[in-house]
């Protein structure tokens, strides 16, 4: 899955616009990953991720990350300067 994530950064990171997408979507896939890890019992069928406690952390801080760069690292442009995509 992170592998898959990666490859879809590195594509999608050719603009910037492609670049926060990538990072709002991949974080709120990682998000809905920790949430499902909270709430599903580990020993069903229904864990269909290997999820345990250092899997809900990993998604919990790659989601929050992901999410915070796409919302706070979005170039603005300064004054004088044209909006670019």
């Known amino acids: 899955m992170h ?3 990666g490859a879809a950064a590195l594509w ?3 603009t910037a616009s492609g670049a926060r997408s ?3 979507i ?3 896939f ?4 920790w949430v499902h890890g909270l709430i599903i019992n580990r020993d069903s069928a229904a864990n269909f991720l290997p999820v345990n406690n250092d899997s809900n952390w990993l998604h919990l801080i790659l989601g929050l990350a992901m999410t ?6 979005t170039r603005r442009p300064g004054p004088g300067q044209p909006k670019t995509q």
Request: proline share 0%.
């Open 12 to 14: 999608q990171a050719r």
């Open 3 to 5: 592998l898959l994530f």
């Open 26 to 28: 991949g974080g709120a």
């Open 22 to 24: 990538c990072l709002m």
């Open 68 to 73: 915070s760069m796409a919302v706070f690292l």
């Open 30 to 33: 990682y998000l809905a990953f």
